[in-house]
Nanobody
Framework: QLRLVESGGGLVHPGESLRLSCAASGFTLDYYAINWFRQAPGKEREVISCISSGGSFTKYSDSVKGRFTISRDNAKNVVYLQMNSLNPADTAVYYC????????????????WGQGTQVTVSS
């Protein structure tokens, strides 16, 4: 059964950093492009990053570009999201999702979603 599990969320102060992990089980991530999304209560879900299946290409939304870095270790079956310079606007539940496509620019449905991990940035 395809599963993704996010971890690494928590409560931090503005300017601090967190590293989120997205671990796959039941399948191998090698052939899946991975996206990170976030959603605050009452807000639309926002795509913030994508990494191609081989890790060669990455994309970021304007809201996180320059602060967040997506990476992957296919040998460990894990995708990461390093989040630096966090601010209160980053407060949300963060989700990872996988698509069985190589790249990030093709529209397609997601094969599996994680449950999400809460990130709270507060002074």
């Amino acid at each position: 059964q395809l599963r993704l599990v996010e971890s690494g969320g928590g409560l931090v102060h503005p300017g601090e950093s967190l590293r989120l992990s997205c671990a796959a089980s039941g399948f191998t991530l090698d052939y899946y492009a991975i996206n990170w999304f976030r959603q605050a209560p009452g807000k639309e879900r926002e795509v913030i990053s994508c990494i191609s299946s081989g890790g060669s290409f990455t994309k970021y939304s304007d809201s996180v570009k320059g602060r967040f870095t997506i990476s992957r270790d296919n040998a460990k079956n894990v995708v990461y999201l390093q989040m630096n310079s966090l601010n209160p606007a980053d407060t949300a539940v963060y989700y990872c999702a996988a698509r069985s496509i190589p790249g990030c620019d093709t529209e397609s449905r997601y094969d599996v979603w994680g449950q999400g991990t809460q990130v709270t940035v507060s002074s």
